[in-house]
Nanobody
Framework: QVQLVESGGGLVQAGGSLRLSCAAS????????MGWYRQAPGKQRELVAA???????NYVDSVKGRFTISRDNAINTVYLQMNSLKPEDTAVYYC?????????WGQGTQVTVSA
């Protein structure tokens, strides 16, 4: 089992920044990719950014150049630095950890960007 605990969400004005953290615990040896998803009201959950254990990252086009995902394998934590936030970034952000057979999810953290 893997447990994921997110923190760092909140309310910010457009143009501002937030940093999300996701601490993983449990049996982590089969986890390679970790990432952040988001779900806005009335929309499907979408992948925002993901990073492999080796540090290779990918992003959805809408956040490229504004968001940065990083990972500290020593403390099993993944981060999402969000800069130049826009109202359309408002959503619940979920941490995700992929193993071969199952995905694990955090409880979600709300990010609200006011215009």
């Amino acid at each position: 089992q893997v447990q994921l605990v997110e923190s760092g969400g909140g309310l910010v004005q457009a143009g501002g920044s937030l940093r999300l953290s996701c601490a993983a615990s449990g049996i982590l040896r089969k986890i390679n990719v970790m990432g952040w998803y988001r779900q806005a009201p009335g929309k499907q959950r979408e992948l925002v950014a993901a990073i492999t254990k080796g540090g290779s990252a990918n992003y959805v086009d809408s956040v490229k150049g504004r968001f940065t995902i990083s990972r500290d394998n020593a403390i099993n934590t993944v981060y999402l630095q969000m800069n130049s936030l826009k109202p359309e970034d408002t959503a619940v952000y979920y941490c995700n950890a992929e193993s071969v057979s199952v995905d694990y999810w955090g409880q979600g953290t709300q990010v609200t960007v006011s215009a």
